[in-house]
């Protein structure tokens, strides 16, 4: 059975920084592509960055230069460095393998003074 579980949110001020992790049981990461969305209560789920099964990474505009996507694949996780936090970064984030139903429950984000 496929499990996504996440880790690592919290509450920062603005300009903080967060990394959160996705491991993985009962599938391998290390040929799949893994992204991070995000969700704010009343508006649809944002793709924020993603990975392929290559290390090939693509971002969001508005994460751009301030988020990293990597893979540690033989830890079986994916994580999502956060810098230059800001308020509107505020979701709940969750991991997700590509093109799959396979999603985390999330780990909650709150950038505030």
């Known amino acids: 059975q496929v499990q996504l579980v996440e880790s690592g949110g919290g509450s920062v001020r603005p300009g903080g920084s967060l990394r959160l992790s996705c491991a993985a049981s009962?599938?391998?990461?290390?040929?799949?592509?893994v992204a991070w969305y995000r969700q704010v209560p009343g508006k649809e789920r944002e793709l924020v960055a993603s990975?392929?099964?290559?290390?090939?990474?693509d971002y969001a505009d508005s994460v751009k230069g301030r988020f990293t996507i990597s893979r540690e694949n033989a830890k079986n996780t994916v994580y999502l460095q956060m810098n230059s936090l800001r308020p509107e970064d505020t979701a709940t984030y969750y991991c997700?393998?590509?093109?799959?139903?396979?999603w985390g429950k999330g780990t909650l984000v709150t950038v505030s003074l």
């Open positions: 990975i392929n099964f290559q290390g090939t990474t």
């Open positions: 997700n393998i590509r093109h799959t139903p396979h």
């Open positions: 009962g599938i391998s990461f290390s040929i799949l592509d």
